[in-house]
């Protein structure tokens, strides 16, 4: 643990121990925002904290002390990819399973004889509410052990959770029920078969005290064991990076190093069965790279020389000699494990107000309970009539399901999206994607397979030399298509200016060379090319202009193939209700060929960034919801002004930055399937809301009203919290 953090916004990720319910992590996270240059977000569901720290003076130590004041543990997240650092078995779900165990072996007995004694007066025999007290004090000392010391601890300091509840309830019907045997009051029911049922045992509420532990224990077990299993997306993603790596020396020796020492420009060896240990590019060799792993693809790559490859990809036949191009935090696959993380500290609007709710919850509900039993008593006359309702009260009321309904939907999604190559970035794709009528693709790069290729070059010799030198500086599909066709590799070129959506300008050989869109030059297509231009265009193909001394001189054909998986995302797009549309700075024909080979209907080409801009406010203020699809340095603003952006992962990083969805697969179909996703996220966070305001709304009043048996109370806030867990669960299957 380090004990200071630099000046500048530093985030910090901490593992949170302790916390029972939405009260818990509002107070923690209210306390540490009340640190000078701190902005933390809190998850109970996923057990940890994100904490934003801009000031000097702020330490992880601060942070740690901080949660630890209040009663909680805190400390570092542990690096995910660290098998050191993950236990075979969690300790604390071990002890939590032994609790359990107890609890409801002795349950089982306490229930019966209570039962019998209750039912059958001809089978009680004396003592047997001393039996009955024995059986349940392992329960209710051992087993809600853990219950009652966070509960105190809190109360030491002033602070309330569920715990709380659960142990008071828990505490008051011991202590009631050892009273009354003790003081010798009547432990024979009486009443109605009514009265019976809503008060089965009279004065004695032992097995109401044993129920309420084994059922909190028994959901506290399945909510754990279903957030650790949801939770794995995320460790297993970090595991895929390598551990060491096979580095070559300047005199091709190899030696093994830790893949932490690799450095930008280090050139490295992955043998077939071995993982990629950074992104790079292949510098020699060929094999199958397996990438399912990382975006669900099942089919491998081939990848040669110049080709990119990712980290923690895994090479399956031939051996690769790979150039590192990004390494530790920045490679794709530390990216990925960020964008999961982030997406999981996100909160909605929705559940700030969840928390808020939670932190005054429970106290609330305690003076409830007070108020409820005073009242019972005041109109009947009877303490012992009015402890029933006011118990009932402590036991139902419990924000615990109000906690996760969020966050646990959160933290499914995120993994389901992780395992399918895709990354929803907060809630922002949630609430938005349910809104959205109209789809817009970009065409290069997402639409084709953005691997162009030239097919003819038009005028004389020096054109396609002279347009490769300039291209050498850009990263577009175009650039890489031409520089690969030239016969050597060019010179740098000097002088490098990106002309964003319009093409690139250089200095080669002391001339300034223009490569791009016709429009750049005055005098437009000369009438020696104009044939073959049109030719070219009709064809669908791409035409690159290539002048200087703003004159034409040539120009080079390209071509580029659709995406296999376009169609069936189009398809899939218009089976959704959704209207598909194409818009692309290439010309016209291109476009509509493109357009027409997938089944779109609506083409917009020949459009420049600020075009693309303009195109989605018009649609936008004509009522549409927009969502953008794209993957190169000209989509960053269109993705960033669109109701919902969505990223090929493949792209650029300005692309990346400025999306709210990514999608790390070469398949477009992860569209229609990342849109579905995040909507039925969406629908499940508003059914668990649903269920659990509708839970407390129900519950509370006929608590209050007397007509809810303790013990069924016990059994029905556990069960709403696990209604909440597996409706959650639920998108770990297909999206539906």
Request: proline share 5%; charged share 20%; with cysteine.
């Amino acid at each position: 643990m380090t004990s200071t953090l630099p000046s500048a916004d530093t985030v910090l990720d901490l593992e949170i121990g302790g916390m029972s319910c939405a009260a818990c992590a509002a107070r923690i996270e209210r306390r540490l925002n009340r640190l000078d240059g701190v902005d933390a977000s809190v998850d109970y569901a996923a057990e940890g904290a994100r904490v934003v720290i801009s000031s000097p003076e702020v330490t992880t130590a601060t942070v740690v002390d901080t949660v630890g004041k209040l009663g909680y543990t805190a400390r570092p997240a542990r690096p995910p990819s660290d098998p050191a650092e993950e236990p075979a078995d969690d300790a604390e779900l071990r002890d939590l399973w032994r609790r359990l165990v107890v609890a409801a072996a002795l349950f089982v007995p306490v229930a019966d004889l209570a039962l019998a004694m209750t039912a059958v007066p001809s089978l009680r025999f004396p003592g047997w509410p001393w039996l009955l007290a024995a059986l349940a004090a392992p329960v209710v000392l051992w087993s809600a052990w853990p219950l009652h010391r966070r509960a105190l601890a809190g109360l030491r300091r002033g602070t309330s959770s569920m715990d709380t509840l659960v142990s008071l309830g828990i505490a008051a019907a011991t202590v009631w029920s050892l009273g009354a045997v003790l003081l010798g009051a009547s432990v024979a029911p009486t009443g109605s078969t009514w009265e019976l049922l809503l008060h089965p045992a009279g004065p004695v509420y032992l097995e109401v005290a044993a129920g309420v532990t084994t059922f909190v224990l028994a959901g506290r077990y399945v909510e754990r064991r279903a957030r650790r299993a949801s939770g794995d997306a995320l460790a297993a993603l970090a595991r895929l990076a390598a551990r060491d790596v096979a580095v070559l020396d300047e005199d091709g020796a190899e030696r093994r190093i830790p893949v932490a020492e690799l450095g930008v420009g280090a050139r490295f060896v992955v043998r077939p069965g071995e993982k990629v240990a950074a992104d790079g590019r292949v510098v020699s060799g060929r094999s199958a790279v397996d990438r399912s792993m990382l975006t669900g693809e099942p089919v491998p790559e081939d990848v040669g020389a110049g080709d990119r490859v990712v980290g923690g990809t895994v090479a399956t036949s031939g051996r690769l000699v790979v150039e590192a191009t990004a390494v530790g935090e920045a490679t794709a696959l530390a990216g990925m494990v960020r964008l999961v993380r982030d997406a999981r500290a996100d909160k909605a609007d929705v559940q700030r107000l969840v928390d808020r709710i939670s932190a005054w919850f429970v106290p609330a509900v305690v003076v409830l309970a007070l108020l409820t039993g005073l009242g019972w008593w005041l109109g009947t006359g009877d303490v012992a009539r009015a402890f029933s309702p006011a118990l009932a009260v402590l036991v139902i009321a419990c924000p615990c399901a109000l906690g996760l309904a969020t966050p646990m939907a959160m933290v499914v999604a995120s993994g389901r999206g992780a395992r399918r190559g895709i990354f929803l970035k907060g809630h922002h794709a949630l609430e938005t994607s349910r809104r959205v009528d109209t789809v817009v693709l970009d065409k290069t790069g997402t639409l084709t397979t953005g691997r162009m290729a030239v097919v003819a070059v038009l005028g004389p010799g020096p054109v396609l030399e002279r347009a490769a030198a300039v291209e050498r500086g850009s990263e577009h599909a175009i650039a890489a298509a031409i520089v690969a066709e030239a016969a050597a590799l060019p010179p740098e070129p000097e002088d490098f200016v990106a002309l964003p959506g319009l093409g690139a300008r250089a200095v080669v050989d002391g001339v300034t060379v223009t490569v791009g869109r016709v429009d750049l030059f005055s005098g437009g297509v000369p009438s020696a090319l104009a044939g073959a231009w049109s030719g070219a265009e009709a064809a669908g193909h791409t035409v690159v202009a290539v002048g200087w001394d703003d004159v034409v001189r040539g120009a080079v054909v390209l071509a580029d193939e659709v995406k296999p998986s376009a169609s069936p995302a189009v398809a899939a797009l218009r089976a959704a209700g959704l209207h598909p549309v194409l818009l692309s700075g290439d010309h016209e024909r291109a476009a509509r060929t493109v357009a027409d080979a997938v089944g779109i209907d609506e083409v917009v080409a020949g459009v420049l960034p600020e075009g693309k801009l303009a195109f989605l406010a018009e649609r936008r203020a004509a009522g549409a919801v927009v969502a953008m699809v794209g993957d190169g340095v000209n989509d960053g603003p269109a993705l960033a002004a669109a109701d919902l952006g969505l990223a090929v992962g493949t792209g650029t990083d300005v692309a990346l930055e400025a999306a709210d969805v990514i999608l790390v697969r070469d398949d477009l179909t992860a569209v229609p399937e990342a849109l579905a996703l995040a909507r039925a996220t969406h629908r499940t966070i508003r059914v668990n809301l649903g269920w659990a305001f509708g839970y407390n709304v129900a519950a509370i009043p006929l608590a209050v009203a007397g007509l809810l048996n303790p013990l069924l109370a016990g059994l029905a806030m556990a069960l709403s919290s696990l209604l909440v867990v597996s409706s959650s669960l639920r998108l770990r299957g297909p999206s539906r």
